[in-house]
């Protein structure tokens, strides 16, 4: 009979979360993650596998839960504005919260890794890259729709904000706040495009 594990398995993986969002991947040592977890070497690697599939359950859980207010918001905002506008708000609501480490773990966890972390790269770079692309979808909806000029680069306005939204992250782990990440998202927003009739400067 398979012995029965003696500690929580989701709390252990939420300990873990913290400790390479703290950290980063490459800088977060198995014994600081056994330490963080509440558990010996053996369960870890009995229960998650080794470090790097651990930290792709870290980063699953991450985007099912501190990270998944931007799914929402793209899926849920009748316009693209809408939701880029909503993601900049909560971005800047969740990267500063103080209940957590700051900022996003998939910009921060992966920063100044070496050549055999190149997995884990990849791996963040291809979440960043869906990010982008749902950006993407979303102004592409407002371009059919009308709502913003024909022949509007949306890649790049995409990037754009993709950028905005890593720069945010990068902020607040310097110490920025929430009211000024919210001006940052303001400003990013008076780059957004419209059809309505021009302004005087």
Excluded at 4 to 31: N, V
Excluded at 141 to 165: E, K, M, N, Q, S
Excluded at 174 to 200: F, Q, V
């Amino acid at each position: 009979m398979a012995r029965q594990r003696t500690f929580d398995r989701d709390l252990a993986l939420e300990q873990a979360l913290r400790a390479f969002w703290r950290r980063g991947y490459e800088a977060t040592s198995i014994a600081e993650l056994t330490a963080a977890m509440g558990i010996k070497p053996p369960s870890l690697y009995a229960a998650f596998g080794d470090k790097r599939r651990l930290f792709e359950e870290v980063v699953a859980r991450y985007q099912r839960t501190y990270g998944a207010f931007t799914t929402r918001a793209l899926a849920e905002e009748p316009t693209g504005r809408q939701a880029i506008e909503r993601v900049l708000r909560e971005a800047a609501a969740e990267y500063a919260d103080a209940g957590h480490p700051p900022g996003c773990m998939i910009v921060s966890s992966a920063v100044n890794c070496g050549p055999e972390s190149a997995e884990v790269e990849e791996l963040l770079r291809d979440h960043r890259k869906e990010a982008k692309a749902a950006l993407k979808r979303r102004i592409d909806d407002d371009l059919a729709a009308g709502r913003i000029p024909a022949g509007t680069d949306t890649a790049g306005l995409a990037a754009f904000y993709a950028c905005v939204i890593q720069g945010m992250s990068t902020q607040s782990r310097d110490g920025a706040g929430p009211a000024e990440l919210r001006r940052i998202a303001a400003l990013a927003m008076a780059a957004y495009p419209t059809t309505g009739p021009a302004t005087a400067t």
